[in-house]
């Protein structure tokens, strides 16, 4: 089994350039797709990347994923921040090992 | 629109059971597979069981392994959690979730959620 560390927090300013990590315990990040899901506060969560570095139609270009095999990570990075990307984010993958699916921990994104 | 509607949650007592169900439309709901996934109060997301489109194959949670059960009525266009043995632990806001047909290790839709307290 695997986990995958998020940050607890971060904050930027509008329009700015933000970068969220989600990095995997053991196994290679390349190994399973990542995804990241937004949630606003008292809502659902919703997509904003799936497959490592695809945008559901109708998510902002601003919103992008990436993985870095070097540092076994997944990074989703959020450009021209606007107020309303604060919101948690999380990442999530897939243990193969055990056939379950793993969620970060979240990240508290403050735009101030 | 693509919709998935919870409900069932409610308080329940430690050891007892609840069944939560989860009603698709907008979408052939037998074509998909479906998570649940919970979040307790002011915690994050914890995945806790899915099953594929034709019911064939079901995975859970260490957490909730013989104590949960997952099904679906693809006939009905409906998902339920059956949950047995219920602890305080279990106390969270219940979501489903719709696995996208190219991914079944994924969310592409998620409902609302229903809560459930699990209390004395």
């Known amino acids: 089994n695997f986990m995958l560390t998020q940050p607890h927090s971060v904050s930027e300013s509008p329009g700015k350039t933000v970068t969220i990590s989600c990095t995997r315990s053991?196994?290679?990040?390349?190994?399973?797709?990542v995804q990241w899901y937004q949630q606003r506060p008292g809502s659902a969560p919703t997509p904003v990347i799936y497959?490592?570095?695809?945008?559901p139609s109708g998510v902002p270009d601003r919103f992008s994923g990436s993985i870095d095999s070097s540092s076994n990570s997944a990074s989703l990075t959020i450009s021209g921040l606007k107020t309303e990307d604060e919101a948690d984010y999380y990442c999530?993958?897939?243990?193969?090992?055990?056939?379950?699916?793993?969620f970060g921990g979240g990240t508290k994104l403050t735009v101030l | 629109q693509v919709q998935l509607v919870e409900s069932g949650g409610g308080v329940v007592q430690p050891g007892k059971s609840l069944r939560l169900s989860c009603a698709a439309s907008g979408f052939t709901f037998s074509s998909y597979g479906i998570h649940w996934v919970r979040q307790a109060p002011g915690k994050g997301l914890e995945w806790v069981a899915v099953i594929w489109y034709d019911g064939s194959n079901k995975y859970y949670a260490d957490s909730v392994k013989g104590r949960f059960t997952i099904s679906r009525d693809n006939s009905k266009n409906t998902l339920y959690l059956q949950m047995n043995s219920l602890r305080a632990e279990d106390t969270a806001v219940y979501y489903c979730?719709?696995?996208?047909?190219?991914?079944?290790?994924?969310?592409?839709?998620w409902g609302q959620g229903t809560t459930v307290t699990v209390s004395s």
């Open positions: 053991s196994g290679s990040i390349a190994s399973n797709y």
């Open positions: 999530q993958s897939y243990d193969s090992n055990n056939w379950g699916v793993v």
């Open positions: 497959e490592d570095n695809q945008r």
């Open positions: 979730a719709r696995a996208p047909t190219t991914q079944w290790t994924s969310v592409d839709v």
